[in-house]
T-cell receptor, first 112, second 113 residues
Framework: DAGVTQSPTHLIKTRGQQVTLRCSPKSGHDTVSWYQQALGQGPQFIFQYYEEEERQRGNFPDRFSGHQFPNYSSELNVNALLLGDSALYLCASSLGIADTQYFGPGTRLTVL | DAKTTQPNSMESNEEEPVHLPCNHS???????IHWYRQLPSQGPEYVIH???SNVNNRMASLAIAEDRKSSTLILHRATLRDAAVYYCILRRAGGTSYGKLTFGQGTILTVHP
């Protein structure tokens, strides 16, 4: 049973560019949440998708957007990258909004 | 969101029990207590959760104080693989923010051979 998978593993971008990160949920899960983890900090909630709609959003600017597909996989898009966007981006899946979340290994984004 | 307080770091020896404390004095009646851990270079891993009663699973035990203002994650026999950052999180059942997990700084657990 595959767990949560994320791609790519690592990514290097320059300021001003745009990036798309991908997440496939654990088998049977229908909800995807995204988190940003800066070095030495705990993960911070970005947003959550359920039934292809954004259900909750954390304190992140509109440069951060997402999408959920009919197969429950999800994308995180970040526009106009800033140096401060360098972080580990984590995807978590669950069966429903309130169920236990299971995390993927993350995508390490470096913005130069 | 109700806040949790954890020690910044703790140390243990291999094969000894570890008790990781968490204070949550402003917990509400609908807040579940969740524990996650994060090993180096990995995403957080679910450990255990509970509401009022003590809980056990294959990974750990969760002891919840009678007034629910504190809880303790118990690793019965620490191994080197248990070295990680442990996060205690309150997750509300219902309301406008119940879907998200709010992580703090966590406790860095070091296990000595």
């Amino acid at each position: 049973d595959a767990g949560v998978t994320q791609s790519p593993t690592h990514l290097i971008k320059t300021r001003g560019q745009q990036v798309t990160l991908r997440c496939s949920p654990k088998s049977g899960h229908d909800t995807v949440s995204w988190y940003q983890q800066a070095l030495g900090q705990g993960p911070q909630f970005i947003f959550q998708y359920y039934e292809e709609e954004e259900r909750q959003r954390g304190n992140f600017p509109d440069r951060f957007s997402g999408h959920q597909f009919p197969n429950y996989s999800s994308e995180l898009n970040v526009n106009a990258l800033l140096l401060g966007d360098s972080a580990l981006y984590l995807c978590a899946s669950s069966l429903g909004i309130a169920d236990t979340q299971y995390f993927g290994p993350g995508t390490r984004l470096t913005v130069l | 969101d109700a806040k949790t307080t954890q020690p910044n770091s703790m140390e243990s020896n291999e094969e000894e029990p570890v008790h990781l404390p968490c204070n949550h004095s402003t917990i509400s009646g609908t807040d579940y207590i969740h524990w996650y851990r994060q090993l180096p270079s990995q995403g957080p891993e679910y450990v255990i959760h509970g509401l009022t009663s003590n809980v056990n699973n294959r990974m750990a035990s969760l002891a919840i104080a009678e007034d629910r203002k504190s809880s303790t994650l118990i690793l019965h026999r620490a191994t080197l693989r248990d070295a990680a950052v442990y996060y205690c999180i309150l997750r509300r059942a219902g309301g406008t923010s119940y879907g998200k997990l709010t992580f703090g700084q966590g406790t860095i657990l070091t296990v000595h051979p």
